[in-house]
């Protein structure tokens, strides 16, 4: 779909997949400015198509929008490019056990002019690509690496929104992750740096010895829609949950005490990863909480058996989050 500030939201329309052109000045390539989402359809046993809580990721890149100035894509128009690609071909969404169609809508600044300001033209697309099981060999817990040179939002900055140098500003501490041996990367806040934030691509949630779920409350990272739904889920079978700020001296103490006893991982692509190991550098000494091969908590697994089964229709959808996108 194209936008243009006279025009508004205009040429819907679904083409092959391939290369797009771009003008060399579009504002995208030097400003940035661009924003994007992801979520995932899943076929159920009668063969139905379902997105999960497809309006949530059209509200959120509605504020993506607001804050990297532009234009607000209203949500039926977001809903009905994901049926269009959907009807174009539905094999595309596999049904082989815990596979799904990942859906990658995102928006940019199209015009090309070479002065900073918000652009006049912009694009929206969506893609699809199937995506296979994110745990082939069972659910296996993730090892961390804690980044305190570099922070991946700032205040008042852009952490809030799901847009590209957010992820470009946290590939440097990834690659650092990668060579303490850690698959991702946990930043902290970049006021005090003693806050916990979140991962490169997933939020955090700890798990108190009496059921008290924990997350930190930020106005610098992703609003996750798996979080927001692991932690309803887990409201409604009576557990406390506590958003509020999260120090990282918090969860080494209560590791330490024995009244932290989970800690997992969430986001679109893996739903719930235990989070095994935690390890870095705090005040020029090393430290380490958990260890790579720890058994995933029991909450931890059993949260994320209740999101997946509701996913693939497996189990009944008392909050009305899947939407039929096939009919
Ligand atoms: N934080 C970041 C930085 C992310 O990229 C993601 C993945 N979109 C998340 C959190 C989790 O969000 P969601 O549950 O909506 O996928």
Known sequence: ICWSERGGWHRPRVQPYGPIALDPSAAVLHYGQEIFEGLK?????????????????ARRLQRSARRMALPELPTEHFLESIRRLIAVD??????????????????????????????NKVNYYVIASP?????????SPVSIWLSTEYSRAGKGGTGAAKTG??????????????????????????????????LG??????VRKDGTLITPHSDSILE?????????????????????????QEWRDGVASGDIVEAFACGTAA????????KGVVDGESF??????????????????????????????PHGWMLRLDA
């Open 271 to 278: 739903v719930v990863t235990p989070i095994g190991l935690l």
């Open 224 to 248: 996750g829609i798996t979080r927001d739904s692991i932690l309803q889920l887990a409201e409604d079978r009576g557990h406390r949950v506590e958003r509020r700020q999260v120090s990282l």
């Open 41 to 57: 359809a899943y076929r159920h046993a009668d063969g139905s198509i379902w997105g999960f809580r497809p309006d949530a990721n």
């Open 131 to 139: 995506a296979g099981a994110y745990f082939s060999g069972g659910v």
């Open 90 to 119: 539905g094999d595309w969404v596999p049904s082989a056990p815990e596979t799904s169609l990942y859906l990658r809508p995102f928006m940019f600044a199209k015009e090309a002019f070479l002065g900073v300001r918000p652009a």
């Open 288 to 317: 380490e909480i958990g260890s790579a091969d720890a058994a995933p908590g029991a909450l931890t697994m059993s949260l994320r058996e209740e999101l997946t089964d509701i996913q693939y229709g497996r189990r009944p959808d």
């Open 201 to 206: 691509g997933m939020n955090v949630v700890l």
């Open 165 to 198: 140098g957010n992820y470009a500003a946290s590939l440097v501490a990834q690659a650092e992750a990668a060579e303490h041996g850690c698959q991702q990367v946990l930043f902290l806040d970049s006021v005090e740096g003693v806050w916990l934030e979140e």
